[in-house]
T-cell receptor, first 114, second 119 residues
Framework: GNSVTQMEGPVTLSEEAFLTINCTYTATGYPSLFWYVQYPGEGLQLLLKATKADDKGSNKGFEATYRKETTSFHLEKGSVQVSDSAVYFCALSDSLIGSYIPTFGRGTSLIVHP | GAVVSQHPSWVICKSGTSVKIECRSLDFQATTMFWYRQFPKQSLMLMATSNEGSKATYEQGVEKDKFLINHASLTLSTLTVTSAHPEDSSFYIC???????????????FGPGTRLTVL
């Protein structure tokens, strides 16, 4: 079956530090990959996505590249802000299994200090 | 575009009562909506998939008689927690897929969630 593994948090950084949140996946088909962000007390917001190998998704300074050879989709940002503090979920959606129903990782909490 | 709302955003109820949560797609039609449950500091657990005009498909281990899902129109799905108990307290999140495939067939738009507390 499909699965997503994220690095455990919390990740604690100072403002303007570089961020990496690791995500690896297993899938039987050719999944699309996603990063979602959840701010406290809110639902999930799509942050970025990539639909095929070597695609790079980007949004709001965040980037992630679909690496099929390493089955990874690590999230990066060059300079984090306090407002980036949230929980980040990596997910995949596979057309072969579950008709695009996503599989989520456990989430990684990011805390950014001023 | 692609906004999903949930109502109420939070609810407190007594044990044994039923609670209805609404999920609406505001600016698009959703043939498929999903209901998730999220425990504190954990990931989302898919409870069921609902398609407009048909019965919901529940995930293994989810009691369909306890969590009633109705998807009566292309913009509205409801989740009713029947005879709620404290262990049903959780954060419930819905998502919707655009009938026209906005964002791609694999894209879901999430509601803001409903915090249910059962006393």
């Amino acid at each position: 079956g499909n699965s997503v593994t994220q690095m455990e948090g919390p990740v604690t950084l100072s403002e303007e530090a570089f961020l990496t949140i690791n995500c690896t996946y297993t899938a039987t088909g050719y999944p699309s990959l996603f990063w979602y962000v959840q701010y406290p007390g809110e639902g999930l917001q799509l942050l970025l996505k990539a639909t095929k190998a070597d695609d790079k998704g980007s949004n709001k300074g965040f980037e992630a590249t679909y690496r099929k050879e390493t089955t990874s989709f690590h999230l990066e940002k060059g300079s984090v802000q306090v407002s980036d503090s949230a929980v980040y979920f990596c997910a995949l959606s596979d057309s072969l299994i579950g008709s695009y129903i996503p599989t989520f990782g456990r989430g990684t909490s990011l805390i950014v200090h001023p | 575009g692609a906004v999903v709302s949930q109502h109420p955003s939070w609810v407190i109820c007594k044990s044994g009562t039923s609670v209805k949560i609404e999920c609406r797609s505001l600016d698009f039609q959703a043939t498929t909506m999903f209901w998730y449950r999220q425990f504190p500091k954990q990931s989302l657990m898919l409870m069921a998939t609902s398609n407009e005009g048909s019965k919901a498909t529940y995930e293994q281990g989810v009691e369909k008689d306890k969590f009633l899902i109705n998807h009566a129109s292309l913009t509205l799905s409801t989740l009713t927690v029947t005879s709620a108990h404290p262990e049903d307290s959780s954060f419930y999140i819905c998502s919707a897929r655009d009938r026209l495939g906005q964002g791609g067939p694999d894209t879901q738009y999430f509601g803001p969630g409903t915090r249910l507390t059962v006393l």
